[in-house]
């Protein structure tokens, strides 16, 4: 398994403004990956943030709007740009240690956006 | 494009009785996940299967993966107040980016 801190835990931001999300994971994992939840409701992948290379975003997710660095194996930040009421969710960092028996997730505890 | 279904997406039941939940997909999967998330929280592993046909438990927990892979089955025997979450399944997609499908997941309220 591993441990995942995500910062801001929440935040309330004004519309037009960027907030940057960090998410700290406590072993060098290949795979990490960004997504976006409404309370009660299930995940939307956002994007998949590589080491070393750009993030490969999901249908609908582009990188203007949500750019993502990666620059090592524990680490990566999600950025939530010129933000709208609209993007008002929950943004959950996973990794995947890569074992064997699945393709397991661990997850970060997230971070509550809410924008006025 | 891979989907799961999810059901049922909200239940309410009393202390003590039994539930199921299901997920099924026109898709065959490598492996599956069942996840519970609290509010505030993330979702947190509950158990993987891989194999057609596997059966595993967790306390009062059960879990089955479908012969064909294409389905699963969550069942809680004499639900607990401590039951109350939301229930998720995930696929492994079929192909080897090691992305997650997500079933849209089971709100469940025991109530004492």
């Known amino acids: 398994s591993a441990v995942i801190s995500q910062k801001p835990s929440r935040d309330i931001c004004q519309r037009g403004t960027s907030l940057t999300i960090q998410c700290q994971v406590d072993?060098?994992?290949?795979?990490m990956f960004w997504y976006r939840q409404q309370p009660g409701q299930s995940l939307t992948l956002i994007a998949t943030a590589n080491q070393g290379s750009e993030a490969t975003y999901e249908s609908g997710f582009v990188i203007d709007k949500f750019p993502i660095s990666r620059p090592n194996l524990t680490f990566s930040t999600l950025t939530v740009s010129n933000m709208s009421p609209e993007d008002s969710s929950i943004y959950l960092c996973?990794?995947?240690?890569?074992?064997?028996?699945?393709?397991?997730?661990?997850f970060g505890p997230g971070t509550r956006l809410t924008v006025l | 494009t891979q989907l799961l279904e999810q059901s049922p997406q909200f239940l309410s039941i009393q202390e003590g009785e039994n539930l199921t939940v299901y997920c099924n997909s026109s898709s065959v999967f490598s492996s599956l996940q069942w996840y519970r998330q609290e509010p505030g929280e993330g979702p947190v592993l509950l158990v993987t299967v891989v194999t057609g046909g596997e059966v595993k438990k967790l306390k009062r927990l059960t879990f089955q993966f479908g012969d064909a892979r294409k389905d699963s089955s969550l069942h809680i025997t004499a639900a607990q107040p401590g039951d109350t979450g939301l229930y998720l399944c995930?696929?492994?997609?079929?192909?080897?980016?090691?992305?997650?499908?997500w079933g849209l997941g089971t709100s469940l309220a025991v109530n004492p």
């Open positions: 995930a696929g492994a997609d079929a192909g080897n980016n090691r992305k997650l499908i």
């Open positions: 996973s990794v995947d240690p890569g074992t064997s028996g699945g393709n397991t997730q661990y």
């Open positions: 072993s060098q994992v290949t795979m």
